[in-house]
């Protein structure tokens, strides 16, 4: 309980005089209420942040002279304030958001405190302390900004370490696509006529071909060389993770979201993004990758802040895409903004004339890797390399390489025992109910153009109601 004397009518014996030196000598402002709300005290440290003058507050309403708006400039009832409330209910409060306006009509930031004033017992008024904090505002908000830009950096290199592995582990590079046989000779002049483009392109081939060595000789070459390229493979995340995994999420978005996350499109800004295994995206996914393909913004997951992207977008895929567009299993607007520029990467088995290329750049770069020194290969094992099918195409060769290296006592690869040859397995994906209902809905959208209602429309081929139709759509995430 504050027991200085403040009476509801200023007099010359409000303030004892030891009192008024003690507040004159304090270095933070000091105003003094009656119960009536206007000022009875000020102290020349409140004078000089305010620029008003005692005589010309005295006597007066303080709220409506500096504390009459907020920060924004909106209305700042006198009801509403910390300080006039403690004159109605005498409970002390202490308030470090908010400012004070100056005569000039400038604000500054303050931190203040309202103390109930008793005399014998009853509530005479209020003393309100203050301090000008546009300093410390200053310091902290120069602290946020470097904090969030060493957040974001730490974010960054954290997310890219894993980006930047897999481009070292990736030197090996160009090895995949070494020889001289037409087919390559073909595929490296599309590289060079379409790397130095911003074009989308579709790489195609069948597993272990080398496509994503393709797209990094695309990145390699193009005047985005400089800026990350981030790889996805679309298989390897559910579709729930998967648009977490792309877009990126905020802390709290989910379960388990316990901080902010950047998804692969924001790290490859100004730089190429690979999506490997494009096909496997669900239908979903699909209306999502699109929305963000045509508008290069997005959301992270769990925020409606948009961000914006400059991105070059390669994809690759082992499927024959045209015929899932048919099979109502990928979105032929889709697939159409992806199918830009085409590559196929050819088969080992149609290039068999590269393969002792191959077999000397594979056999150099993996002896290093080992710690051995590769002297001679067998002509009679070459030959059986080039007899064999090759259904794992060059990722099978290279792993053949490494363990005929692994088993080599003399640093000569004979190739005298090659793999029976396999078949491939079933790649026909199996189906959910919603998914194979999507699928089939979005095949017949496909085939009417993405007409919903009339004779013929896709509701009528569905014998079912456009609204039934529209409802199901969106209940599935159907979106052209």
């Excluded at 071909?209 to 797209?215: I, M, Q």
């Excluded at 802390?251 to 100004?270: C, I, P, S, V």
């Excluded at 099978?396 to 005298?416: A, H, K, T, V």
């Excluded at 095949?443 to 109601?465: D, E, Y």
């Amino acid at each position: 309980m504050t027991d200085i004397p403040l009476n509801p009518m200023p007099t010359s014996r409000h303030f004892l005089p030891e009192n008024t030196l003690l507040l004159n000598a304090m270095s933070e402002g000091v105003y003094g209420f009656n119960l009536d709300g206007n000022a009875v005290f000020i102290n020349p440290a409140a004078e000089q942040m305010t620029g008003w003058k005692s005589e010309e507050l005295i006597g007066k309403n303080i709220h409506d002279c500096h504390h009459h708006s907020h920060a924004d400039g909106s209305h700042y009832p006198q009801h509403d304030c910390p300080i006039y409330r403690t004159l109605h209910d005498a409970i002390p409060r202490q308030v470090s958001d908010d400012v004070f306006w100056r005569k000039d009509g400038s604000s500054f930031p303050v931190y203040y405190s309202s103390t109930p004033v008793y005399h014998q017992q009853k509530l005479v008024g209020v003393i309100a302390i203050f301090r000008d904090v546009s300093m410390q505002k200053h310091t902290e908000q120069s602290l946020r900004q470097a904090l969030a830009q060493v957040q974001a950096l730490s974010e960054r290199l954290a997310s890219e370490n894993q980006y930047l592995l897999t481009e070292l582990q990736g030197q090996q590079g160009a090895l995949g696509l070494s020889g001289n046989s037409q087919p390559i000779k073909q595929l490296i002049q599309q590289i060079n006529l379409v790397a130095n483009t911003d074009s989308t392109v579709l790489i195609c081939g069948e597993n272990g071909t080398g496509k994503e060595l393709v797209a990094r000789s695309l990145h390699r070459l193009s005047h985005r060389k400089d800026q990350p390229m981030v790889s996805v493979n679309c298989a390897a995340f559910s579709s729930a993770l998967l648009e977490s995994e792309l877009f990126g999420h905020e802390k709290g978005a989910f379960t388990g979201a316990t901080a902010r996350r950047k998804g692969r499109f924001e790290l490859a800004h100004n730089g190429t993004l690979f999506l490997d295994e494009i096909a496997e995206l669900s239908l979903s996914a699909q209306s999502k990758l699109l929305r963000v393909i045509q508008e290069q913004s997005f959301e992270r997951v769990g925020s409606s802040e948009t961000i914006s992207v400059n991105i070059r977008l390669i994809a690759a895929t082992h499927h024959d895409l045209a015929a899932r567009v048919e099979q109502g299993l990928f979105r032929m607007d889709l697939y159409y903004r992806l199918n830009v520029f085409p590559i196929t990467v050819p088969p080992l088995r149609e290039r068999r004339e590269d393969i002792p290329q191959l077999v000397s750049d594979l056999a150099t770069s993996l002896g290093k890797k080992l710690g051995k020194k590769i002297t001679k290969v067998s002509t009679k094992g070459l030959k059986n390399l080039q007899q064999y099918t090759w259904p794992g195409n060059v990722r099978e060769l290279q792993n053949l390489i490494e363990r005929e290296i692994i088993l080599s006592p003399n640093g000569q690869l004979s190739f005298n025992t090659l793999p029976a040859s396999v078949s491939a397995p079933s790649t026909t994906a199996i189906l959910t109910m919603a998914e194979a209902e999507a699928a089939h809905i979005v095949a017949v959208l496909n085939a009417t153009h993405w007409r919903i209602s009339g004779p013929q429309g896709a509701a009528a081929m569905l014998n079912m109601p456009a609204s039934t139709l529209r409802s199901r759509m969106k209940k599935l995430a159907i979106t052209r």
